[in-house]
């Protein structure tokens, strides 16, 4: 498939433009995205209830003034709790669309959550963006999920999230098969596989052999200055950053 100009040409705000100011993934940080030009980064998953919302940890705790996973939530009380403090709240996925489908393209990633299969999630994404003029694609650390997107929605660009970083057993669903999850993850084992249309790779493990042989587009997480950027150029085509404004060529 051809992939979405955005992914290699727009910079992508991470969990859209964030600050002190407009918390991650709050509706004022992808307006700021949005009024910036930039392509917008955010995350998926689902509530108790199955509801899908826009939240990245797995519990409530950092983000908010409750405490709790996520998925002990209903959707409605979600979307009750205050982000960072402020006056934002957490977004149901269907008012995420609403506020920037045709506004600006977006890279969705869902997170992992054990108990929930590919079929499942993949189902209820393409659900709740229907026919919403959203240019976007989808990525996640969970190869089940890239592969079912890819086979449900075989026109959008679906890729592979990988980290050279050291992970714990909690970083991969606390699994009793962790370690080769951990593995997995490092090596992008499961590429051959999954068959993504793109890889993103965290910024401070480039250069990395598997991406450098990946013979498709590469993006680099999470760059958080010019500097960074500048170094990862060599390696990547395009970056997910937070904490500075690239400019847009």
Same mark, same amino acid.
């Given at each position: 498939?051809?992939?979405?100009?955005?992914?290699?040409?727009?910079?992508?705000? *991470?969990?859209?433009? *964030?600050?002190?100011? *407009?918390?991650?993934?709050?509706?004022?940080?992808?307006?700021?995205?949005?009024?910036?030009?930039?392509?917008?980064?955010?995350?998926?998953?689902?509530?108790?209830?199955?509801?899908? &919302?826009?939240?990245?940890?797995?519990? &409530?705790?950092?983000?908010?003034?409750?405490?709790?996973? &996520?998925?002990?939530?209903?959707?409605?009380?979600?979307?009750?709790?205050?982000?960072?403090? #402020?006056?934002?709240?957490?977004?149901?996925?269907?008012?995420?669309?609403?506020?920037?489908?045709?506004?600006?393209?977006?890279?969705?990633?869902i997170k992992n959550m054990p108990a929930v299969q590919g079929k499942d999630v993949a189902l209820?994404?393409?659900?709740?963006?229907?026919?919403?003029?959203?240019?976007?694609?989808?990525? #996640?650390?969970?190869?089940?999920?890239? /592969?079912?997107?890819?086979?449900?929605?075989?026109?959008?660009?679906?890729?592979?999230?990988?980290?050279?970083?050291?992970?714990? /057993?909690?970083?991969?669903? +606390?699994?009793?098969?962790?370690?080769?999850?951990?593995?997995?993850?490092? +090596?992008?084992?499961?590429?051959?596989?999954?068959?993504?249309?793109?890889?993103?790779?965290?910024?401070?493990?480039?250069?990395?052999?598997?991406?450098? /042989?990946? /013979?498709?587009?590469?993006?680099?997480?999470?760059?958080? #200055?010019?500097?960074?950027?500048?170094?990862?150029k060599a390696y990547a085509d395009n970056i997910i950053f937070e904490g500075f404004r690239p400019?847009?060529?």
């Open positions: 498939m051809q992939l979405p100009e955005f992914l290699t040409k727009i910079p992508i705000a *991470h969990r859209g433009l *964030h600050d002190r100011t *407009h918390p991650e993934n709050s509706l004022s940080a992808f307006r700021e995205a949005i009024g910036c030009g930039y392509a917008i980064e955010t995350d998926v998953r689902f509530s108790k209830d199955g509801k899908l &919302v826009v939240f990245h940890d797995d519990t &409530v705790d950092r983000m908010t003034d409750a405490s709790g996973r &996520v998925e002990a939530f209903t959707a409605a009380d979600l979307c009750s709790l205050r982000l960072d403090g #402020s006056g934002e709240r957490i977004l149901p996925f269907e008012a995420f669309v609403e506020e920037v489908a045709g506004r600006a393209p977006v890279l969705i990633e209820a994404l393409r659900r709740a963006i229907g026919g919403a003029p959203l240019a976007y694609a989808v990525q #996640s650390f969970q190869p089940k999920y890239v /592969k079912a997107y890819k086979t449900l929605c075989p026109d959008i660009a679906c890729g592979v999230l990988g980290s050279g970083e050291r992970l714990t /057993k909690a970083d991969v669903g +606390n699994s009793p098969f962790w370690r080769i999850r951990a593995r997995v993850i490092r +090596n992008m084992s499961l590429n051959a596989l999954v068959k993504p249309d793109f890889v993103s790779y965290r910024a401070c493990d480039l250069p990395f052999d598997r991406v450098t /042989k990946f /013979k498709g587009a590469v993006l680099a997480w999470t760059v958080r #200055s010019e500097e960074e950027a500048a170094r990862v400019a847009i060529v």
